[in-house]
């Protein structure tokens, strides 16, 4: 080879370096210039992470302190596809340990994903066992769990929480989600190629949540639940509820629903039917025809409108006809004389409607929403029904044989409750309330506003203590030694357009003792089966209920 052909050769191989030097060159000003932030984004990704740290959320207590919501320190499961080579394998390894179908997890192993969510809020130590059983590909995010250490005790009422985030769904939970939730914070973690930790910051602290005191007495409301199971095992309602209300301070001392449902597990249920009923609050959301218990509303307003008093005599006949429709009365009779106190006594609806016809549409009406019915009571609990209640000006001619004695409107227990307790306080009408301080601090509760006079008020309490009494409606619900008032109520359940003559809503509404009330109950039962009366089936667990609570509280008779 000669010397000019050497130094050719030499020369290009010189200018092929220098091209590769150039290329280089270039490529690594491109790479740290244009794509330096997307490089750099990419990097974090793979050794920096940020990690939400959940904040604890509130405790939910009754009125002595005790714990009915608590949250639970627990992790959140999460997998890295990319790092399991045997997807079917560990998932059916780690299925019977963290309680996810085999289908679901290969089908999250076998995502093109570096993340994958297998399982939320695990137990810590069940989380650390499925960690310890295929190791590499998992890793454990905190969280917490929400427990419910009295499982079925006023479920209802608390409600629950739900979703990836844990936000309250019902009831309590859901009501004051915002001061129950806290605020969450973060963390950073910088791990080494090998995934180690090398370095952790904390980005924002967390914010634990406010604690959320309720009014109601466990031992209580334990009781009231036995009551209304009581009621479920014997007459097999569709549903049942009870309120227990201290009258002076509007405080809910006891909210129970039959059927019964598991906090802890609310959705467990023979069929979707069955949960949804059982899940509802129907204190709040169950509406009903209230039948005899709203009599005392149209006696208060003739009371009021001074059209009548305690001792005012009616002629009252064997029925009443008008347009085709005829009103009697339970029991069947022939002309008699009733005083007002009697009409109560006896729960005669030809004697609310002489009343209610004393009244006239407006008046009645006025009544009607003084007493709070039509509109939402203002309680602290979500998902409260308005009731429906017929405008005047929609009126047929039969309106009046049938409102005054409480059928052709509608009312939800809550309201009903509300409106009697108005009765026991001397005529002041005020939201009951279930929660009564937040975060530590008492909660301000509305003082109501006077619908009636106290002497109106003490006159119904007077007639009401009839109800007990030999030929009453409930003369089989007193309690020895406690002078009580209270209502009866058997209202026919309409279907289709017309009353049925099987079905029927039962209810009692009673307070204690009568002249200084320090004690309010009512009992709903929808649709009992082998006794339809509020006399029979609502009054004796009217009775059982306070019964037991008034030696319990120390209300002592008077």
């Not at 590769?20 to 210039?33: E, H, I, K, M």
């Not at 993340?115 to 650390?128: E, F, G, I, S």
């Not at 059928?407 to 009903?416: A, F, L, W």
């Not at 008020?457 to 009580?484: F, H, K």
Request: proline share 6%.
């Amino acid at each position: 080879m000669t010397a000019a052909a050497t130094d050719r050769r030499i020369g290009l191989l010189f200018l092929a370096f220098l091209v590769l030097l150039v290329v280089a060159l270039a490529r690594a000003a491109y790479l740290g210039s244009v794509r330096a932030g997307a490089l750099q984004h990419l990097a974090d990704i793979q050794q920096v992470t940020t990690v939400p740290l959940p904040a604890e959320r509130g405790l939910i207590t009754d009125a002595s302190g005790n714990v009915l919501a608590l949250s639970e320190a627990a992790d959140d499961v999460i997998a890295d596809p990319n790092l399991t080579t045997s997807p079917m394998k560990d998932a059916r390894t780690l299925s019977p340990i963290i309680g996810v179908p085999v289908l679901t997890l290969d089908a999250e192993l076998t995502r093109r994903t570096g993340y994958a969510v297998l399982a939320k809020r695990v137990p810590v130590a069940t989380a650390r066992r499925a960690q310890s059983a295929i190791a590499d590909p998992l890793s454990l995010t905190p969280d917490d769990k929400r427990v419910y250490p009295r499982s079925w005790t006023a479920s209802q009422v608390l409600g629950w929480t739900a979703g990836w985030d844990g936000q309250g769904t019902t009831g309590i939970e859901y009501q004051y989600n915002s001061q129950l939730q806290g605020r969450n914070g973060a963390r950073k973690v910088i791990d080494d190629a090998k995934g180690q930790a090398i370095d952790v910051q904390n980005l924002r602290a967390t914010r634990a949540g406010k604690a959320i005191g309720l009014t109601l007495n466990a031992p209580l409301q334990d009781e009231v639940e036995q009551v209304l199971a009581g009621i479920g095992a014997q007459y097999s309602p569709k549903l049942a509820t009870a309120i227990v209300v201290d009258p002076q301070t509007g405080a809910i001392l006891a909210l129970a629903n039959w059927p019964r449902v598991n906090a802890n597990d609310p959705y467990a249920g023979p069929s979707s039917a069955a949960v949804n009923n059982a899940i509802q609050d129907h204190a709040v959301s169950f509406t009903y025809e209230p039948g005899s218990t709203f009599k005392a509303v149209t006696v208060a307003g003739a009371l009021q409108d001074g059209l009548i008093t305690p001792s005012t005599v009616f002629d009252v006949p064997p029925d009443l006809q008008a347009y085709g429709s005829t009103i009697t009365d339970a029991e069947s009779h022939g002309y008699e004389n009733l005083t007002t106190a009697d009409i109560l006594k006896v729960s005669s609806n030809i004697g609310a409607d002489l009343i209610g016809h004393d009244l006239g549409p407006t008046r009645f009406n006025h009544w009607v929403h003084q007493f709070g019915f039509g509109a939402p009571t203002g309680v602290d609990l979500p998902g409260e029904d308005n009731g429906y209640i017929l405008s005047p000006s929609k009126y047929s001619g039969t309106s009046m044989l049938n409102l005054p004695f409480g059928q052709g409107e509608s009312v939800t227990p809550m309201q009903m409750a509300t409106a009697y307790t108005a009765i026991a306080d001397g005529g002041i009408l005020r939201p009951l309330h279930v929660v009564q301080s937040i975060g530590g601090k008492a909660v301000k509760t509305s003082p109501g506003h006077r619908i009636i006079s106290a002497g109106v008020a003490g006159e119904l309490r007077t007639m009401l203590q009839g109800v007990y009494a030999d030929g009453g409606t409930a003369s089989g619900a007193a309690i020895p030694g406690y002078n009580m008032a209270g209502k009866t109520g058997t209202a026919n359940i309409a279907i289709g357009g017309k009353y049925s003559n099987t079905e029927y809503v039962a209810s009692f509404v009673g307070m204690v003792p009568a002249n200084h009330p320090q004690l309010l109950g009512l009992v709903v039962v929808d649709e009992p089966q082998g006794s339809i009366y509020g006399g029979s089936v609502a009054a004796p667990a009217f009775q059982k209920i306070v019964g037991w609570a008034v030696p319990y509280l120390g209300i002592n008779p008077r």
